[in-house]
């Protein structure tokens, strides 16, 4: 399968905490893309970071990229319960075609 | 703006039987793409269209699945017939004219075969 692979499935935390995820992906890429998906509903995009960059910010959320080992990471600081959703990587290669992750089930508690 | 709309929300059929999706992406939005996402898992290309030309169909079964975008504009995704496999949410997304950027996506349908 060409799909991505993150780590872990699922985490659960604490308001206030700081989250994770981990994402690996399997050939070269353009572009990297984070997705946010509530339960029920459509995938929302959070940030998108180009293979010449190795690091973005937006907002909360911080995202590292290592085309070296082919993998990016998505951090969230200060989780509120509303970060509550599945979170997907997306690479994009030279098919402009997004190849997803697995996901990341985050459940923030109060 | 309006956001990608898809209907119905959800669908229960029995298998063999025949099921279509609408959708309506973001005004302006010359890409229009096909998603199904299995529970559990992250969301699978089916087909994507570039104004009313298929650009990749590749992962799409097409001895049962079919899709069109006339006009350039609507999308309908149909499954004729339906197998027990294809219980999954069907997510409709959009993007504009450049290469590479962020997708918009609809609420899905969710479809459940009996």
């Known amino acids: 399968s060409q799909q991505g692979e993150e780590d872990p499935q699922a985490l659960s935390i604490q308001e206030g905490e700081n989250a994770t995820m981990n994402c690996s992906y399997k050939?070269?890429?353009?572009?990297l893309q984070w997705y946010r998906q509530n339960s029920g509903r459509g995938l929302v995009h959070l940030i998108l970071i180009r293979s010449n960059e190795r690091e973005k910010h937006s907002g909360r959320l911080r995202v590292t990229l290592d085309t070296s080992k082919k993998s990016s990471s998505l951090l969230i600081t200060a989780s509120r319960a509303a970060d509550t959703a599945s979170y997907f990587c997306a690479s994009l290669g030279n098919t402009d075609k997004l190849i997803f992750g697995t996901g990341t089930r985050l459940q923030v508690f109060p | 703006e309006a956001g990608v709309a898809q209907s119905p929300r959800y669908k229960i059929i029995e298998k063999r039987q025949s099921v279509a999706f609408w959708c309506n992406p973001i005004?302006?939005?010359?890409?229009l793409y096909w998603y199904q996402q299995i529970l559990g898992q992250g969301p699978k290309l089916l087909i994507q269209?570039?104004?009313?030309?298929?650009?990749?169909d590749s992962q799409l079964p097409k001895d049962r699945f079919s899709a069109e975008r006339l006009k350039g504009v609507d999308s309908t995704l149909k499954i004729q017939p339906a197998k027990l496999e294809d219980s999954a949410v069907y997510l409709c997304?959009?993007?504009?004219?450049?290469?590479?950027?962020?997708?918009?996506f609809g609420d899905g349908t969710r479809l459940s075969i009996l």
């Open positions: 005004s302006g939005h010359a890409t």
């Open positions: 050939t070269s890429i353009n572009n």
């Open positions: 997304a959009s993007s504009s004219q450049r290469v590479g950027q962020p997708q918009h």
């Open positions: 269209f570039q104004n009313n030309g298929v650009v990749d």
